[in-house]
């Protein structure tokens, strides 16, 4: 179960989230969305990857006494910094400030590390001094994105972000972690909810600040009632299996763990697409209608994907199951076409494939019951059948 402090950690998380959602916004709105998606990718990366490390170390480590504690809230001061430095890597490109960020974060779990290492003995020592030394490493590395010129540093980020993805990998090789996959369905469970909330209080103050200014309530209400629709289905989709069960094996782990970048960036994307559509309807943006349709049905036909890769395909059975999300997502991308209704006819889109989902496995569950009444009638009616036959 997830700690007071876990959740305290959650909770500042999504300030440096917020951050880079909103200066997301502002590129897209001002009509440079390259450059904004490009940004948004390295912030919300170093967010995730700071957040996903703290949370699997204190699955398998979290002793909960004041030393951990106490680092663990310099890891949160660090999210804090990084937060902080988000405004200036958008608009000025410097990303000083994000990189001191993280370097606090990361610096206080390599002492995390340390003391695990001191602790164990043979394979696991060896692990998590792996661990210790590979995160100190790349904190080293970090200084080329950092030095290079503008036009090599995504270059120089991708590399660094490839190696930091080895740590683990690397470290895990000989002795895993014990970590705990119902603690860890939850965290990321946790996780996607306050990002998903996140959404909703985006995009709620960005249709409360138009109709303050421009009292559109007409042009917005669709775009309301659709973003909302979004963002329940998205959470109906994500938690209508229990994943827990799937994660039985570090290839497995690693995969899912993974993939959540895609899981929680698109999510908070919703949200500033939807505050993009916003500005776009009122005329506050400087980008067409497909553009701001596109902010809003592009990650989440990219939600729905990952989330079916992850999640829905390990459970669903039968053709018809498996289609449910794929095709939902292609609808959502042909919906990006349809102009000032484009937001409101995604989310009937997602609105439908709840439903669909929930009747097919209503309908496939009554069958096994079914089958499973025939079979204990059958059993049940042998001994009298061989009684009458003697």
């Given at each position: 179960?997830?700690?007071?402090?876990?959740?305290?950690?959650?909770?500042?998380?999504?300030?440096?989230?917020?951050?880079?959602?909103?200066?997301?916004?502002?590129?897209?709105?001002?009509?440079?969305?390259?450059?904004?998606?490009?940004?948004?990718?390295?912030?919300?990366?170093?967010?995730?990857?700071?957040?996903?490390?703290?949370?699997?170390?204190?699955?398998?480590?979290?002793?909960?006494?004041?030393?951990?504690?106490?680092?663990?809230?310099?890891?949160?001061?660090?999210?804090?910094?990084?937060?902080?430095?988000?405004?200036r890597a958008f608009?000025?490109?410097?990303?000083?400030?994000?990189?001191?960020?993280?370097?606090?974060?990361?610096?206080?779990?390599?002492?995390?590390?340390?003391?695990?290492?001191?602790?164990?003995?043979?394979?696991?020592?060896?692990?998590?001094?792996?661990?210790?030394?590979?995160?100190?490493?790349?904190?080293?590395?970090?200084?080329?994105?950092?030095?290079?010129?503008?036009?090599?540093?995504?270059?120089?980020?991708?590399?660094?972000?490839?190696?930091?993805?080895?740590?683990?990998?690397?470290?895990?090789?000989?002795?895993?972690?014990?970590?705990?996959?119902?603690?860890?369905?939850?965290?990321?469970?946790?996780?996607?909810?306050?990002?998903?909330?996140?959404?909703?209080?985006?995009?709620?103050?960005?249709?409360?600040?138009?109709?303050?200014?421009?009292?559109?309530?007409?042009?917005?209400?669709?775009?309301?009632?659709?973003?909302?629709?979004?963002?329940?289905?998205?959470?109906?989709?994500?938690?209508?299996?229990?994943?827990?069960?799937?994660?039985?094996?570090?290839?497995?782990?690693?995969?899912?763990?993974?993939?959540?970048?895609?899981?929680?960036?698109?999510?908070?994307?919703?949200?500033?697409?939807?505050?993009?559509?916003?500005?776009?309807?009122?005329?506050?943006?400087?980008?067409?209608?497909?553009?701001?349709?596109?902010?809003?049905?592009?990650?989440?036909?990219?939600?729905?994907?990952?989330?079916?890769?992850?999640?829905?395909?390990?459970?669903?059975?039968?053709?018809?199951?498996?289609?449910?999300?794929?095709?939902?997502?292609?609808?959502?991308?042909?919906?990006?076409?349809?102009?000032?209704?484009?937001v409101l006819a995604?989310?009937i889109v997602l609105?439908?494939?709840?439903?669909?989902?929930?009747?097919?496995?209503?309908?496939?569950?009554?069958?096994?019951?079914?089958?499973?009444?025939?079979?204990?009638?059958?059993?049940?009616?042998?001994?009298?059948?061989?009684?009458?036959?003697?």
């Amino acid at each position: 179960m997830a700690s007071p402090l876990e959740l305290f950690f959650d909770l500042c998380f999504v300030v440096a989230i917020s951050q880079a959602g909103l200066e997301l916004v502002h590129s897209v709105a001002d009509g440079h969305p390259g450059s904004g998606i490009l940004n948004y990718a390295m912030v919300f990366f170093s967010i995730w990857w700071s957040w996903m490390n703290f949370s699997w170390f204190a699955s398998a480590y979290d002793n909960d006494d004041a030393l951990y504690r106490v680092v663990t809230l310099v890891q949160i001061a660090g999210v804090l910094v990084l937060a902080a430095g988000v405004s200036r890597a958008f608009e000025d490109h410097d990303f000083f400030v994000v990189w001191l960020g993280y370097v606090i974060m990361r610096c206080a779990l390599v002492f995390q590390w340390l003391r695990a290492a001191r602790s164990a003995e043979g394979p696991e020592r060896t692990m998590a001094l792996r661990y210790a030394g590979g995160v100190l490493l790349c904190q080293v590395g970090w200084l080329g994105p950092l030095l290079l010129p503008e036009d090599g540093r995504p270059w120089a980020f991708l590399v660094m972000a490839v190696v930091e993805m080895c740590v683990p990998v690397f470290a895990e090789k000989d002795f895993a972690t014990s970590w705990h996959p119902h603690h860890i369905s939850e965290r990321y469970g946790l996780f996607t909810i306050i990002v998903l909330g996140e959404a909703v209080a985006a995009a709620t103050v960005a249709v409360k600040s138009a109709v303050d200014e421009h009292d559109a309530l007409g042009e917005l209400l669709p775009i309301a009632v659709g973003g909302l629709l979004i963002v329940f289905a998205a959470w109906w989709i994500y938690f209508v299996v229990p994943i827990h069960g799937h994660l039985r094996s570090n290839r497995q782990a690693f995969l899912w763990g993974y993939g959540h970048y895609l899981i929680f960036a698109t999510a908070a994307a919703i949200g500033a697409g939807l505050e993009v559509a916003v500005e776009e309807a009122v005329g506050k943006a400087h980008v067409s209608t497909l553009s701001a349709s596109a902010a809003v049905t592009l990650p989440t036909a990219l939600f729905l994907l990952t989330v079916w890769v992850l999640h829905a395909r390990h459970y669903k059975v039968g053709t018809a199951q498996q289609l449910v999300l794929p095709g939902s997502a292609l609808l959502v991308i042909v919906c990006t076409f349809l102009g000032g209704r484009a937001v409101l006819a995604t989310g009937i889109v997602l609105a439908a494939t709840v439903a669909t989902g929930t009747t097919l496995t209503a309908r496939m569950v009554s069958r096994e019951e079914r089958e499973r009444a025939g079979r204990e009638a059958a059993e049940a009616g042998e001994p009298r059948e061989e009684a009458a036959a003697g």
